[in-house]
């Protein structure tokens, strides 16, 4: 399976904007589903949203209206556009295959996503 790294988060103040972007090591173009998920202390890692071939996308209601997914076969990344961004918006933010990503996906570090004054 391909691996998968993360980077682009930071400290962001409330209402201002991140692109996460997802490196892959390999193609994803035979990937149908992708996603992005986020986990924060003491939750379970929660989907953010997802992007198919197909161009079906699916996104989390808290961040619905206001973040854009994006899946680019020709260079195997995967972006995360967040706008308007909350503090409820932080977390470490995480790229992978599938929705549900199966339980043996191999996760990449993560990219840190602080939404703070």
């Known amino acids: ?3 998968l790294v993360e980077s682009g988060g930071g400290l962001v103040q409330p209402g201002g904007s991140l692109r996460l972007s997802c490196q892959a090591s ?3 173009f035979s990937i149908n589903v992708m996603g992005w998920y986020r ?3 003491g ?3 929660e989907l953010v ?3 198919t071939n197909g ?3 699916i996104f989390a209601d808290s961040v619905r209206g206001r973040s854009i997914i994006t899946k680019h076969n020709r260079n195997n990344t995967l972006s995360l556009q967040m706008n308007d961004m909350r503090p409820e918006d932080t977390g470490v933010y995480y790229c992978a295959p599938g929705d ?3 339980a043996d996906v191999s996760w990449g570090p993560g990219t840190r996503v602080t ?3």
Do not use: D
């Open 1 to 3: 399976q391909v691996q």
């Open 26 to 28: 390999g193609s994803i």
């Open 39 to 41: 986990q924060t202390p």
């Open 43 to 45: 939750k379970q890692r």
């Open 49 to 51: 949203a997802t992007i």
């Open 55 to 57: 161009g079906r996308l």
């Open 100 to 102: 549900p990503p199966s």
């Open 115 to 117: 939404v703070s004054e």
